[in-house]
């Protein structure tokens, strides 16, 4: 496998510019090649400013939403209305504003009880991708080297099989639902959008080799597409520079 394509934008404003671009240029080909494009939504806070800027001109007009199915690559243990759901905040700042077909949105029911959404959730992506991946799964990263809800330590990362698996989180004392690596990296294409300066010593890490391979205390090392391409866009605090 080629090395991850690493980019470097000057702050989180043209980080999510690039990433909206790189996105739109992913459900071009995709819906050109296959009528479809499916992505998954990371939650957390860094891609508030570049969902908001899918959900404005020109992406809105720029993408054929109605091509587009959306699922998430985690999600907390809460109701889809509650100020911790990353259902809301991507609802909030993209869905609610474009014409995705609410059929084609694949919300993990984080209302009820975590395995039972896991294995209702892994069904799903069972049905809809057999043995293959998402077309582009967007990812954010943890000061801590998490990814998705895989965190360091939690009995997720040891998954070999199954897509989508419920992980409880110790150091938040709280359950999580989320996609495990096998999974992720069958997509045709991983986008990792990392930002801020608390970033930078993982980030230096995990891509410039200063540390072994140690997936257990860095779950974000997991990430290897199988034969898909892994994208890192940084902002420059995140990226040392
Ligand atoms: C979540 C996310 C999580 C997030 C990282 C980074 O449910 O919180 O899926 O994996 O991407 O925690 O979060 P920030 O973007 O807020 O730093």
């Given at each position: 496998m080629n090395g991850p394509q690493i980019r470097v934008l000057p702050d989180l404003p043209s980080l999510a510019s690039a990433a909206a671009e790189h996105i739109r240029a992913s459900a071009e080909l995709s819906i050109r090649l296959t009528g479809r494009f499916s992505i998954a939504l990371a939650g957390g806070q860094t891609p508030r400013t570049l969902y908001q800027l899918l959900a404005n001109p020109p992406f809105t007009s720029q993408?054929?939403?109605?091509?587009v199915e959306v699922f998430f690559g985690d999600e907390r243990?809460?109701?889809?209305?509650?100020?911790?759901s990353n259902f809301r905040m991507a609802n909030e700042m993209l869905l609610d504003h474009v014409?995705?077909?609410?059929?084609h949105v694949f919300r993990?029911?984080?209302?009820?009880?975590p395995e039972q959404a896991a294995i209702e959730y892994g069904r799903m992506l069972k049905a809809r991708f057999g043995d293959g991946g998402l077309d582009l799964v967007l990812l954010g990263m943890g000061?801590?080297?998490?990814?998705a809800s895989l965190f360091?330590?939690?009995?997720?990362?040891?998954?070999?099989?199954?897509r989508c698996v419920a992980n409880y989180v110790d150091k938040l004392g709280k359950w999580r639902v989320t996609m495990t690596a096998p999974f992720i990296n069958r997509a045709y294409e991983v986008l990792f959008v990392v930002a801020g300066q608390g970033k930078a010593k993982v980030v230096r890490e995990v891509?410039?080799?200063?540390?072994?391979?140690?997936p257990a205390t860095y779950?974000?090392?997991?990430?290897?597409?199988v034969s898909g391409r892994l994208s890192w866009y940084l902002d420059a605090l995140a990226a040392d520079m």
């Open positions: 993408i054929d939403w109605s091509r243990c809460v109701p889809p209305d509650d100020p911790e014409p995705v077909p609410y059929e993990i029911q984080g209302e009820i009880e000061d801590d080297g998490h990814t360091p330590g939690s009995a997720a990362l040891a998954e070999k099989h199954h891509l410039e080799g200063t540390s072994d391979l140690d779950p974000v090392q997991m990430i290897r597409p």
